[in-house]
Each structure stands twice: as C-alpha cells, then as structure tokens.
C-alpha cells in the first residue's frame, strides 16, 4: 500500500501541473484582462464587458488616428502609451506568457498566490477567510446527505417493489428533478421575507453581533444561518446516492453468500450488517470524494451567491467576472489539490474497506 499511495502521491504534481496549464492558456486567451478593466475604470465607461471590449463605432480616419494607442487594447483609446505601459508592469503583463506561468508555478509550490489586482489583499489570506464557509456548507450537506441516503437507500432495497419503495421513488425523482438553485428561490420566497415568512436571514454564516454572543448562542445563530442553504443543497443530492445505495445493496442481496447465511439459521439483520452492509458500500464510499467536491466546488456556488455567503465559490464568482487573476488561478490550484487528495482517500479507503482490494499490486 505505501508504495501505491507514494505513486500517487507523485502523479498529483503533473496532474496538478497540466491542469494549471490548459486553465493558464484558456484565461489568457479570453477578452477583457485586469489591463482593459483597469482602463474602462480610468476612462469611466460603465458598459457591459462586451460593449467595453468590442471596439467602438469611430470612422475609418479615426480609427487610423488612434492606431498606434490602439494596437493592443481597444479601449486605450485616447490614454497615455506610458499609462498602459505601468498598468502591464503592475499587472505583470510586461513579461511573456511562458514567464509569467513559470512564476506563478514557482510561487504556487509555496502557497504563495500572490496579492489581488483589485482587493488589496493577499490570496492567501482571502482564501483563508473564505474557505470555511464553503467547507462547511460542502461537510453539512455531505454528513446529512450520507445520514438520510445512506438508511433510505437500505430500506428500499429490503422493501424493493413495495408501497414504500414506489412512494420514496416519487419523491426522488421530484427532488432530484428540481435544481439546487431553484430550490433556494423557493425557500427565500417561503421563508426568508420574499413573499411569506421571514424566519431566516439572507447574508453570511453568523450575525453581525456573533461574537458578543454566548457558545450556545454562537451555535444556535450559526445553524440558523446555515439552514436554508444545506437544505437546498441537500434536496439535490441524496436523491442519486440514495438509489446508489438500494442498487449496490440489491446487487450484493441475490448473491450466493447471502443465500447460505441465510441457510445457517443468521438473522436479517445480522445477515445485512454483517455481511452485505461491507461489501455493498464500496460504491457508496467511492461517491464520496465526487459528492464532496461537487458540492463543495459545484454546487455550492450558486448557492453562495443566491444567499451572499462569502465563500470560496462567491469569491471566486467574483474574481472571474473582475478578471482578478490571482484570486481565479489560487482558487483553481486549492480546487485542484483538494480533488486530487480526495481521490487518493478514497482509494485508501477502498483497501481498509474491504482488504482483498489492493491496488499497489497494480502494474
């Protein structure tokens, strides 16, 4: 095992490497850079990106007039060379795309992320601020997930066919039909003062007044906070574990062992937990990282913008649309790392589950 989990180990730094890479050439090819948002600041145009970027409507002769400001940036129209100049020094433009990757990789093997265009702040310490927001949300959903699909999932496969797995199904299919997202528009109209109730605040994990609070009134603001986010997030989550869970639990149900524990006098329970519970779970373990990540880097964004939770997946969302490179690329690598450690614990995991499997012995 220890020789596989140092394979591994090793496969993450040209995975992590190439990921970084594609994503690199990707942003650096898209319109609208820190450069051309700094100079729509400086030129005050408040237009979309598209009409900032898209060139203006200037006759043939002003268009050659403007020519040598505008050969790079269209919307340096009219701006000092020398301004824009700075602006690519500041920014780290005045270098050449190899270079720049070549930095960036060499201060990422550190953690250094370096410092935002436009916040004023190192990444580091925004991604430390924001990532136990998104963290929580991702462990919550994923613990209660787990709690309610794992038990469901049981239960239908022992009553399969029956009233209970008929009715169980119907609501599946209706929760996994309805979108996280539309689901938190439903419940703030319901019960977050849009059109009914007001029982639940809107913005951030904790009050303003949070730490003047005792611990149980910490613990009791913060569930308060964090309700209708999880239950959102939830909804469209267990329905495809929960179905995982009967379909593996099936599976393992008909087979010959289980017919002769039966046979040896073994009581069901005895015969579920005991036998088929090991064997039938593999799959479900092995959905785990995938829920996790995708809840936590998925599917919790939109959630985090619907209800301003300042995490990972709204600061990101942010950094995107203002072209704050070093925010996007940060988030990425974290992204990226925690994927890939997730992985390799859910291989480890696999062996301690069940120790006829072992994949050092792989070639």
Request: charged share 15%.
């Amino acid at each position: 095992m220890l020789a596989y989990i140092i394979r591994r180990v090793l496969l993450i730094v040209p995975t992590l490497f190439a990921i970084m890479v594609v994503n690199f050439i990707i942003v650096q090819a898209a319109p609208g850079g820190p450069v051309e948002q700094t100079i729509a600041l400086l030129k005050g145009n408040s237009g979309s990106a598209t009409e900032r970027f898209s060139g203006s409507q200037d006759d043939p002769g002003t268009r050659q007039q403007n020519a040598a400001s505008d050969s790079r940036y269209r919307g340096a129209r009219g701006l000092d060379p020398a301004l824009i100049k700075e602006l690519e020094r500041q920014y780290g433009f005045d270098k050449p795309p190899l270079e720049r990757f070549a930095l960036m990789m060499r201060n990422y093997l550190t953690f250094d992320f370096g410092k935002s265009f436009f916040r004023d702040r190192s990444v580091t310490d925004l991604i430390i601020e924001k990532l136990p927001v998104s963290i929580s949300l991702g462990l919550w959903t994923t613990f209660l997930t787990y709690l309610i699909s794992i038990p469901l999932g049981i239960r239908k496969a022992v009553k399969d066919g029956s009233t209970f797995d008929l009715w169980t199904s119907s609501v599946l299919i209706v929760g996994y039909a309805i979108p996280s997202f539309l689901f938190a528009i439903l419940l703030i109209v319901l019960f977050a003062g849009g059109s009914y109730w007001n029982f639940f605040p809107l913005r951030n994990l904790t009050s303003d007044n949070w730490a003047t609070l005792s611990w149980t009134g910490r613990s009791l603001d913060y569930l308060w906070h964090i309700t209708l986010p999880v239950i959102a997030l939830v909804i469209g989550s267990f329905a495809t574990l929960t179905m995982l869970t009967k379909n593996s639990f099936i599976e393992e149900i008909n087979k010959q062992y289980v017919v002769t524990a039966r046979a040896k006098g073994l009581s069901d329970g005895r015969v579920l937990y005991g036998h088929v519970f090991r064997n039938a779970m593999l799959l479900v373990i092995a959905g785990f990282p995938a829920a996790f990540i995708g809840i936590l880097f998925t599917g919790s964004l939109l959630i985090e913008v619907i209800f301003t939770l300042d995490g990972m997946g709204y600061l990101g969302f942010q950094a995107a649309i203002g072209r704050d490179y070093p925010i996007m690329f940060g988030s990425l690598y974290i992204y990226t790392l925690i994927g890939l450690v997730l992985t390799l614990v859910t291989d480890i995991t696999y062996m301690l589950v069940d120790p006829r499997i072992d994949f050092g012995k792989r070639t």
